[in-house]
């Protein structure tokens, strides 16, 4: 693995190496010193087009915690703001001999561009681009999904856990979230079965391709219960058309209601109620449903952490691979 | 760490394999082994086996079952633990990454006590010294010794085992494999269910 660009071109190996990574990693989190060697001397850089705190707090998090070099480059107050390209950008990074490039960008496939091109020689990992992918999210939420599976059937360690069997409904703006896309891919990919519920509004042109079923309606898609329930944020800063008539007409039909999660709690279900964040309270999910023990919105985060550091081990470890080494050395690894 | 489920190697022609230690001799160096602990150690207390994956950890449980067998007061559950160094390597970017292993230490610590790394080949010393960094961020024993079930030289590191199974001399060339029932559960003989082999080019195979 040289980038991670998307989770539709990822195997079910890497997904679950990344996960099983992501399991140990998360054990540092525990102890005296949080911090690992692996990637002593080594740089990444954060390079945010686009606003965004959780993401790229979790990230600087992640490379700090393997002792990397975080440099942290946003859009606002930089060159960008007087006009400069993603290449020229690129290539004063690349100056800069960055190791890792962690990109979030308004344009969807502007990660690509950055890793097919010559202008910078580095791992490139898509933080967020346009309304394509976000890969790291989807490991996250897999992870979590697969900690909820093992919880719920009484297993003592996740590793090699795939989503087999499992069920995941995604509430929400599927039209414009890269969430959602990325865990389309990845949940399917480990054997998951996804459905979206959305209104019409807010669902895009061409799914009918895409390997989930579609239903209109929260309440039909809650039963019989399914293992976790991905509520999507409403993205005011995207709604620039009348998708829905109200936020009330919006939090009535497709919000997480105290209803709703009075009725899973009288069917006795052990649906998980996921959360990419940041929350709006009462629109996509009540404060009764974000606090209740069903939430894993705060082990999201944790995931996140722990999930990039996952990556940017995987993708750093091992890229000197090219230069010969004493074949004979290669036994005592 | 000795892999035998790495890929990587000299490059593979026609290999003489030789078993070197069969399942009864392993058993009787780790007997010994046990003894030595327990000697140099004056008795099981405060003492903690943390086994380096994969095959260290299933020796170091051996160990700890011969330590409780001849010390009644030794709690082999609390005592016995799994230390994960691959984050630590030296070599990290010359080679494809690995999934980590769990690290488990006992619940009381390593602090004050007297921690024996186990570990199934000594080779080139890097593996114990990236164990003993990552010993460091978990506490501070009182002193760190080393076990290893077979030492085949060759050290590129000041490192030496304080209980050694059997001392091979080997060329750089062979391979020596570990092969134990936990680990590799491939079908053997039951009296290689646990071996030692070495492994080398046959002569005349132009390897």
């Known amino acids: 693995m040289r980038h991670l660009l998307s989770t539709k071109d990822l195997s079910y190996d890497a997904a679950l190496t990344i996960l099983d990574t992501a ?156 969430v959602a896309r990325s865990d389309l891919w990845l949940f399917t990919t480990l054997g998951a079965r996804v459905t979206f519920v959305a209104p019409p509004t807010l669902l895009p042109v061409g799914m009918g391709e895409w390997p989930c079923r579609v239903l209109f309606s929260l309440d039909e898609a809650l039963d019989p219960a399914p293992d976790a329930v991905m509520m999507l944020r409403v993205q005011r800063e995207r709604m620039h058309a009348a998708f829905f008539p109200t936020a009330q007409e919006y939090a009535r039909e497709w919000g997480f209601t105290p ?59 091992g890229d000197d691979l090219d230069t010969p080494t004493d074949p004979a050395r290669l036994q005592e690894r | 760490m000795n892999d035998g489920t790495s890929v990587a190697g000299p490059p593979t022609g026609p290999v ?66 799994q230390l994960d160094v691959t984050m630590f390597r030296d070599d990290l970017r010359k080679n494809p990454a690995r999934t980590p292993q769990p690290t488990r230490i006992p619940v009381q610590g390593i602090d004050g006590r007297t921690v024996v790394l186990v570990d199934d080949v000594l080779y080139s010393g890097r593996t114990v010294r990236a164990a003993l960094d990552a010993l460091v961020d978990v506490g501070r024993p009182r002193v760190v010794r080393l076990a290893v079930l077979v030492d085949r030289g060759h050290r590129e590191l000041p490192i030496r085992a304080d209980h050694v199974g059997k001392n091979l001399p080997t060329s750089s060339q062979e391979k020596v494999r570990v092969r134990l029932a936990e680990t590799d559960p491939e079908p053997r003989s039951a009296e290689h269910a646990d071996c030692v082999v070495i492994e080398a080019p046959a002569p005349g195979a132009g390897a």
């Open chain 1, 23 to 178: 399991d140990q990693m998360a054990a540092v989190g525990q102890r005296a010193v949080k911090k690992l060697p692996a990637l002593r001397g080594r740089t990444v850089v954060n390079l945010f087009f686009e606003d965004s705190t959780r993401t790229r707090i979790s990230f600087e998090t992640a490379a700090k915690r393997l002792s990397a070099d975080v440099l942290n480059f946003s859009a606002k107050g930089s060159s960008v703001s007087k006009g400069e390209s993603l290449k020229d950008t690129a290539q004063t990074l690349a100056a800069m001999s960055a190791d890792a490039v962690v990109i979030r960008h308004s344009a969807s496939g502007s990660p690509q561009q950055l890793a097919e091109s010559d202008w910078i020689d580095a791992a490139v990992v898509n933080a967020g681009d346009g309304t394509h992918e976000h890969p790291t999210q989807a490991l996250l939420d897999a992870m979590t999904l697969r900690q909820h599976r093992a919880r719920t059937e009484g297993r003592e360690s996740t590793r090699g856990l795939d989503l087999e069997g499992m069920h995941v409904v995604v509430v929400g703006d599927v039209l414009h979230s890269r």
């Open chain 1, 259 to 317: 209803e709703r999660l009075g009725a899973l709690d009288a069917a006795g279900a052990s649906t998980a109620i996921m959360h990419p964040g940041p929350m709006n309270r009462g629109l996509e999910i009540s404060s009764a449903a974000a606090d209740s023990p069903r939430s894993t919105v705060l082990d999201q985060v944790r995931n996140g952490v722990s999930v990039r550091m996952s990556v940017l081990y995987l993708l750093l470890a």
């Open chain 2, 16 to 81: 003489t394999a030789r078993v070197i230690l069969s399942a009864a001799d392993i058993d009787r160096a780790l007997t010994r082994i046990a003894h030595e602990i327990l000697e140099s150690n004056k008795g099981s207390s405060d003492l903690v086996l943390l086994g380096i994956p994969r095959r260290g950890y299933p020796l170091a449980q051996r160990i700890a079952a011969k330590i409780a067998a001849t010390d009644p007061g030794f709690d082999a559950a609390a005592s016995l633990g």
